[in-house]
């Protein structure tokens, strides 16, 4: 999976997800909010057939977005895990 960052500030990651589609963006999404410093995590993708998803994440700023983003991608793959298990 290739991440490309459009934006970073102390509280906000703004990036694109390469060669993915709304099964794993809804993951992630989802993932991210049961984290309590999220206040933003949503994504779209302009174009239905050609469009990369466009992610948004916002944190209070108690850990940064990048924390959480990584937070919730441990997450996801204990999940998948025990899926698979």
């Known amino acids: 999976m290739e991440l490309k960052i459009v934006e970073?500030?102390?509280?906000k990651l703004v990036f694109e997800l390469l060669d993915e589609d709304h099964?794993?963006?809804?993951?992630?999404?989802?993932?991210?909010?049961?984290?309590?410093?999220i206040k933003?995590?949503?994504?779209?993708?302009?174009?239905?057939?050609?469009g990369k998803p466009r992610f948004i994440?916002?944190?209070?700023?108690?850990?940064?977005p990048k924390q959480a983003l990584k937070k919730a991608a441990d997450g996801l793959e204990k999940d998948f895990d025990k899926f698979k298990d």
Request: charged letters at 25%.
């Open 8 to 11: 970073e500030t102390d509280k």
């Open 23 to 37: 099964t794993f963006c809804n993951a992630l999404k989802n993932q991210l909010w049961k984290d309590s410093a």
């Open 57 to 64: 994440v916002e944190t209070d700023g108690s850990e940064t």
């Open 40 to 50: 933003v995590a949503s994504y779209n993708i302009d174009h239905p057939l050609v």
